[in-house]
């Protein structure tokens, strides 16, 4: 393993981006739940949320059942605290509605802005603002 | 070159992602080949075939003459052998026709589900799964 | 700090792309002019420009008021110097029209290939070939 180099922050909050896409449209809320600090808010189109109100609506049943969460690479910026960093990220989520059911499918352009910390030596969203560029 | 950093795994998993994108998207088989285990499968909508059989399938005329395969950001898991690796990566996949010829062009959204091995001091793949989750 | 390490090339160079597409598409020429050499040239639909040139364009009222850079993973390829490197990029570019205007947005795919280079600590684009290989 001598070639082997350690994982690196911007590696890891990738890594914390993808494992959202998966558990987002795997609708795993477990999976979810466990990419935020406890004390966790959403800012999206639902206003401020707190991580349980959030979550309670990804627990809802859908308008459409299948998703796919195209996340873009962030542009990171660590500090104040060693222990703390922003993500600026791009999205282009795809929202499809069941092939015979004759509805359309939705594409949407959305800009995640996250405060993530390490918390117990992993990364987590401790503030996330959700923000739809565009949709078709 | 004191601040130049190694390439870790991370970012030669990345490479070999994009190689596989320009050598799709040039229809360069040789080089497509290069990125795979010469003992490699690919399992996909034709079932599960061994690479040479995959690739002739990739020498055949095309439906649509340009392709770009937009490949996002694997989630990478190492193990259980340091030189092996799994990986599960989004890609939205333009299929473009001919402008002259009036017929439509088609988008798919891929997911790409692959082993990887590091053979000789690089990463090739020794099976990959393709599922087309949406095509427009 | 100590598990905190250090950004390598690979991760400043993609946040140089990620920088490029927040300053396009927030409009900010300063910021935009920031991550190129003051020598650099663009090489696009006009053909060669130097940047100050290309920087008028980029200043002029544009015909979509929105716009979304979805820029990829670079292909990365270092040298011959070592504060040199050759990025292959693949972005998918969204142009909203206002949404009261009636007008159709329109959707590019676009090829980025750079010459990039590392000046006072810094990598910045040296020069810019933009292909459109699609848009909708």
Redesign the interface.
């Known amino acids: 393993?001598s070639?082997?180099?350690?994982?690196?922050?911007?590696?890891q909050l990738?890594?914390l981006?993808?494992?959202y896409?998966?558990a987002a449209d795997d609708r795993d809320v477990a999976a979810l739940a466990a990419l935020f600090h406890p004390e966790a808010e959403v800012t999206g189109s639902r206003g401020t949320q707190t991580l349980e109100e959030w979550l309670v609506g990804m627990r809802a049943p859908r308008a459409f059942p299948?998703s796919?969460?195209?996340?873009?690479?962030?542009?990171?910026v660590?500090g104040p605290d060693?222990d703390e960093a922003h993500l600026?990220t791009?999205a282009?989520v795809?929202q499809?509605s069941e092939p015979s059911s004759g509805g359309a499918?939705l594409t949407l352009?959305i800009?995640y802005l996250d405060d993530v910390v390490r918390l117990d030596?992993r990364w987590v969203v401790r503030h996330r603002t959700a923000s739809t560029?565009?949709m078709?």
């Open positions: 393993m070639d082997r180099t350690p994982t690196g922050d911007h590696d990738r890594e981006l993808q494992r896409a998966r299948t796919m969460h195209v996340i873009g690479d962030p542009l990171v660590f060693p600026d791009y282009v795809y499809l499918d352009g800009r030596g560029l565009w078709r």
